[in-house]
Nanobody
Framework: QVQLAESGGGSVQAGGSLRLSCAAS????????MGWFRQAPGTAREFVGR???????WYADSVKGRFTISRDNAKNTLYLQMNSLKSEDTAIYYC???????????????WGQGTQVTVSS
């Protein structure tokens, strides 16, 4: 069983930056594909991107070029660096873990509790 805990959310003005962290415990972190999702009020959950165990990343078009996902396997921590934030990035952000180092699907096995990001214009 993997436990995930996000931190780093908050309020920022449009054009600003935030870095989210996700601390993992209870499993072999490097063996999991880690992902970030977000959900704005009244909308479906959106897959933001993911990083494989070895560091290869994939991003949704809506965040490509602005967001960077990284992981530190020695610290069991996942990161989401968000730059050039827009009001439409306002959402609750969730980190998630999927079994398998090279998972490419959207069905993740473990979830954090979420952290709020609010971008004001």
């Amino acid at each position: 069983q993997v436990q995930l805990a996000e931190s780093g959310g908050g309020s920022v003005q449009a054009g600003g930056s935030l870095r989210l962290s996700c601390a993992a415990s209870g499993g072999t972190f490097s063996s999991y594909t880690m992902g970030w999702f977000r959900q704005a009020p009244g909308t479906a959950r959106e897959f933001v991107g993911r990083v494989w165990g070895g560091g290869s990343t994939w991003y949704a078009d809506s965040v490509k070029g602005r967001f960077t996902i990284s992981r530190d396997n020695a610290k069991n921590t996942l990161y989401l660096q968000m730059n050039s934030l827009k009001s439409e990035d306002t959402a609750i952000y969730y980190c998630a873990a999927a079994r398998g180092e090279y998972y490419s699907g959207r069905r993740y096995d473990y979830w954090g509790q979420g952290t709020q990001v609010t971008v004001s214009s």
